[in-house]
């Protein structure tokens, strides 16, 4: 439950499985007849340590994803002969978050409910998690939530979503500053022990290792969708807090074949400058018309650098201490080696984003947003010759 509720464990660290369930072909190949629902299921019941009971679970994701708009849940287009769109927009906030936020404010709601407990959740959001939030928290007895966003730096269609929603349980709160200052602000509440004890703060932000969980499950539902296990696909991410990847990444751990994990930054480039040097090397951040990725300290990064310490804690520990300190991280060349091998990184400054935009919808009729250009553009450049098909993902709606 502490997972689930705390997202950071009390000392600092990111909470992670202790050993991965393992799915074998056969298991793989027999979710090709599942529906989104019960895939999500499948998938997710290993990570529950049977704290949940099967058949709440069970309702509770039917309940979630039964809401979505379409009825394949996460779509796949073909785009071009070797790139596929996950459609990943057909939430009630028309971004990826939706797929693991619907679910974790049910989830929230059920475990609270039973502990007779409330929670007052606070996040701080440039757009789509604030958004996200609020629609998976509205109205739901055991929660308050709290969301900070910078006045007048969030998209009108945003600022809506947040602001028009009359649920007495929610709460908007529009800081004259910007992102950071409202990070900050969400720092000293939880900084502050005898608040942070007496509101019962939790927080629903990317670290979340169940937003992580549900997020793994639509790797699967492409991958068997385009003949997986018998098939093998690539995966292209956009990437700012690195929770989506990590995703991919972690449904690879369970399995699944996956051939090339790629991601793509925006102009907020350190997680591809780690991949071509080594260093993890904090700058200041970028504004962009990608703005969900206009981060420069990817928080779930450290769940990736655990597996590239050879799970090593407190090897780990050190590094990020010193991250903290002197904003930069060194992992030497082999360490490097194995990264690259792993993950293929690239990056697209704003005007190589919209000719992206441009180019797919010229190519392909498709109307893409920034976010999803950087994924599928990433895709195209990184893709082995002859290689696997990608599964690039539209992470949010064009509108
Ligand atoms: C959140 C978000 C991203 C970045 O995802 P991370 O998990 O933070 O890497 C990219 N695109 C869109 C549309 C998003 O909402």
């Given at each position: 439950?502490d997972?689930?509720?705390?997202?950071?464990a009390?000392?600092?660290?990111?909470?992670?499985?202790?050993?991965?369930?393992?799915?074998?072909r056969?298991?793989?190949?027999?979710?090709?007849?599942?529906?989104?629902?019960?895939?999500?299921i499948?998938?997710?019941?290993?990570?529950?340590?049977g704290?949940?009971?099967?058949?709440?679970?069970?309702?509770?994701?039917?309940?979630?994803?039964?809401?979505?708009?379409?009825?394949?849940?996460?779509?796949?287009?073909?785009?071009?002969c070797?790139i596929?769109?996950?459609?990943?927009?057909?939430?009630?906030?028309?971004?990826?978050?939706?797929?693991?936020?619907?679910?974790?404010g049910?989830?929230?709601?059920?475990?609270?409910?039973?502990?007779?407990e409330?929670?007052?959740?606070v996040?701080?959001?440039?757009?789509?998690t604030?958004?996200?939030?609020?629609e998976?928290?509205?109205?739901?007895?055991?929660?308050d939530?709290?969301?900070?966003?910078?006045?007048?730096?969030?998209?009108?269609?945003?600022?809506?979503q947040?602001t028009?929603v009359?649920?007495?349980?929610?709460?908007?709160v529009a800081?004259e500053g910007?992102?950071?200052?409202?990070?900050?602000?969400?720092?000293?509440?939880f900084?502050?022990?005898?608040?942070?004890?007496?509101m019962n703060?939790s927080?629903?932000?990317?670290?979340?290792?169940?937003?992580?969980?549900?997020?793994?499950?639509?790797y699967?539902?492409?991958?068997?969708?385009?003949?997986?296990?018998?098939r093998?696909?690539?995966?292209a991410?956009?990437?700012?807090?690195?929770?989506?990847?990590?995703a991919?990444?972690?449904?690879?751990?369970?399995?699944?074949?996956?051939?090339?994990l790629?991601?793509?930054?925006?102009s907020?480039?350190?997680l591809?400058?780690?991949?071509?040097?080594g260093?993890?090397?904090?700058?200041t951040?970028d504004?962009?018309?990608?703005?969900?990725?206009d981060?420069?300290?990817?928080?779930?990064?450290?769940r990736f650098?655990?597996?590239?310490?050879?799970?090593?804690?407190?090897?780990?520990?050190?590094?990020?201490l010193?991250?903290?300190?002197?904003?930069?991280?060194?992992?030497?060349?082999?360490?490097?080696?194995?990264?690259?091998?792993?993950?293929?990184a690239?990056?697209?400054?704003d005007?190589?984003?919209?000719?992206?935009?441009?180019?797919?919808?010229?190519?392909?009729g498709?109307?893409?947003?920034?976010?999803?250009a950087?994924?599928?553009?990433?895709?195209?450049?990184?893709?082995?010759?002859?290689?696997?098909?990608?599964?690039?993902?539209?992470?949010a709606?064009?509108?």
């Amino acid at each position: 439950y502490d997972v689930l509720l705390a997202g950071l464990a009390v000392d600092g660290g990111l909470y992670l499985p202790e050993n991965w369930p393992v799915f074998k072909r056969e298991d793989i190949r027999a979710m090709q007849q599942m529906s989104y629902a019960e895939l999500a299921i499948r998938v997710m019941t290993p990570f529950l340590g049977g704290r949940i009971h099967e058949s709440d679970f069970a309702k509770i994701v039917n309940d979630t994803y039964h809401s979505f708009a379409h009825s394949a849940v996460a779509p796949l287009k073909q785009l071009e002969c070797d790139i596929w769109l996950m459609e990943l927009f057909h939430g009630p906030t028309l971004a990826f978050k939706d797929y693991p936020m619907q679910l974790i404010g049910r989830l929230f709601d059920h475990v609270l409910t039973r502990r007779g407990e409330r929670v007052t959740i606070v996040g701080a959001t440039s757009g789509d998690t604030g958004s996200a939030a609020i629609e998976a928290c509205r109205d739901r007895e055991a929660i308050d939530v709290f969301i900070l966003y910078p006045h007048e730096r969030v998209s009108e269609v945003q600022r809506r979503q947040m602001t028009t929603v009359s649920s007495p349980n929610v709460h908007c709160v529009a800081v004259e500053g910007t992102f950071d200052n409202c990070q900050d602000l969400l720092k000293a509440m939880f900084a502050d022990t005898s608040f942070r004890n007496t509101m019962n703060l939790s927080a629903v932000n990317s670290i979340n290792w169940a937003r992580i969980a549900a997020q793994i499950v639509y790797y699967f539902h492409a991958a068997v969708t385009l003949g997986g296990p018998d098939r093998q696909v690539s995966f292209a991410v956009p990437t700012g807090n690195f929770g989506n990847a990590f995703a991919a990444y972690a449904a690879k751990y369970c399995g699944l074949p996956v051939e090339q994990l790629i991601i793509g930054t925006n102009s907020n480039d350190i997680l591809t400058k780690f991949f071509e040097t080594g260093k993890l090397n904090i700058g200041t951040v970028d504004q962009t018309i990608s703005p969900s990725m206009d981060i420069q300290v990817s928080s779930n990064f450290e769940r990736f650098l655990f597996d590239l310490y050879g799970r090593d804690g407190i090897a780990l520990n050190n590094a990020m201490l010193e991250f903290r300190q002197a904003g930069i991280l060194c992992v030497g060349d082999k360490l490097q080696a194995v990264a690259r091998d792993t993950i293929a990184a690239t990056r697209l400054n704003d005007a190589q984003t919209m000719q992206e935009m441009a180019r797919v919808l010229d190519a392909t009729g498709e109307l893409t947003d920034p976010h999803t250009a950087i994924g599928i553009a990433a895709g195209r450049l990184l893709k082995r010759p002859g290689g696997a098909p990608v599964v690039a993902q539209a992470a949010a709606h064009p509108a």
